[in-house]
């Protein structure tokens, strides 16, 4: 195969339609975030959102593995939102060999303020978009990641 073609390939590949509405998605939130004057950024905000919805006190390795962040990249995360007062770490009482990740009055306060937020970046981004195409593609990226996690 030629050089021409695998870059004709590699640009037509569903994986940079992927990376840009990514990208996309992120400017926007971490804009948005800006405006309204809250110090987060986009993988901060997913860390949050995590805590808010699905389990405060979860322990920092199921954080990362449900973020999809490394344990490195978690830390440094979670660092700096312990810093803005919005998460505190504990040790974990059934295994001392892990932290769980709790979040402060202040951490809990602010899904108030994010939550409008984060709901204003997906109704700018689905805008004009029928609801099937929505669940049509979402379908499609699942089944990427399965293939990927596979692969």
């Known amino acids: 195969m030629s050089e021409p073609e695998i870059a004709d390939i590699l640009r037509s590949a569903v994986s940079r339609n992927i990376t840009r509405a990514h990208t996309a998605y992120r400017l926007r939130l971490l804009a948005v975030f800006m405006e309204k004057g809250v110090d987060l ?3 901060m905000y997913f ?3 995590h805590l808010w919805g ?9 954080l990362a593995d449900k973020t999809d962040k490394d344990k490195a990249s978690l830390t440094k995360l979670v660092d700096n939102l312990e810093k803005r007062g919005l998460v505190r770490r ?3 009482g059934e295994d001392r060999r892990s932290k769980r990740v709790w979040l402060t009055p202040v951490g809990k306060d ?3 303020i994010v939550y409008p937020l984060a709901l204003q970046v ?10 099937e195409d929505i669940q049509r593609v979402k379908q499609t ?3 990427l990641v399965k293939n990927l996690k596979r692969g």
């Open 41 to 43: 950024t986009p993988d």
């Open 54 to 62: 699905e389990q405060d006190g979860c322990r920092q390795q199921e």
């Open 90 to 92: 504990s040790m974990d």
């Open 122 to 131: 997906v109704a700018t981004a689905e805008n004009g978009v029928d609801q």
């Open 47 to 49: 860390i949050l959102r």
């Open 141 to 143: 990226l699942d089944a």
């Open 110 to 112: 602010l899904k108030e």
